[in-house]
């Protein structure tokens, strides 16, 4: 079981607004305290020795809207966040990894495709999950290899018409991707 199953979203989301629960120094093990700093509430180490500064920051993630006859690529989730919601492959990047092979890194594991990316597309950000606030960068790729099969962290994966898109979309930044190329693309 790994720290996103133990917890729902409700109490991930109140991690998520408590500085994720930190309350020791990564660097020298003393207590964080709260204060104010350039604006905003960070934890701060109340060693006068160590002077770190906790920065809660985004999560880059990325991924790639995949099209094939006029309809579009979307996998089912097998872990929470909202399992059993549909979203466009993406993922976390890795440390080191560019946002694109991260894009081609996702759809394989989530797919068992391997895409070519063709363009970027848009970078949103994410703030409805609550494991973190993500910017997602998507392209636009093209399926060139692989068997379409869910793998990895996808309980099912097809494609949809844009007419009969499922209910259940996991993430408001994916709801605006798809209608910002519906727009750009199909209208």
Request: hydrophobic letters at 35%; one cysteine or more.
């Amino acid at each position: 079981m790994n720290y996103h199953d133990r917890f729902d979203d409700e109490e991930l989301f109140h991690l998520k607004d408590h500085q994720c629960g930190y309350r020791y120094c990564p660097r020298c093990g003393a207590e964080l305290s709260l204060r104010k700093l350039d604006g905003h509430q960070r934890m701060v180490c109340s060693s006068e020795n160590c002077g770190f500064i906790y920065y809660q920051n985004p999560v880059p993630a990325a991924g790639a809207i995949v099209i094939k006859d006029d309809r579009i690529l979307l996998v089912k989730r097998a872990h929470p966040p909202r399992i059993g919601w549909w979203c466009i492959p993406a993922g976390f990047m890795e440390w080191r990894e560019h946002p694109r092979e991260t894009a081609v890194r996702e759809l394989k594991e989530e797919t068992g495709l391997t895409v070519e990316l063709k363009s970027f597309f848009e970078v949103y950000s994410g703030t409805d999950d609550p494991r973190a606030n993500a910017v997602l960068l998507l392209y636009l790729a093209d399926e060139v290899g692989g068997e379409l099969q869910a793998a990895d962290d996808a309980l099912d994966v097809r494609y949809f018409s844009f007419d009969d898109l499922p209910e259940k979309i996991a993430f408001e930044a994916h709801h605006q991707a798809l209608a910002d190329y519906t727009k750009r693309y199909r209208s």
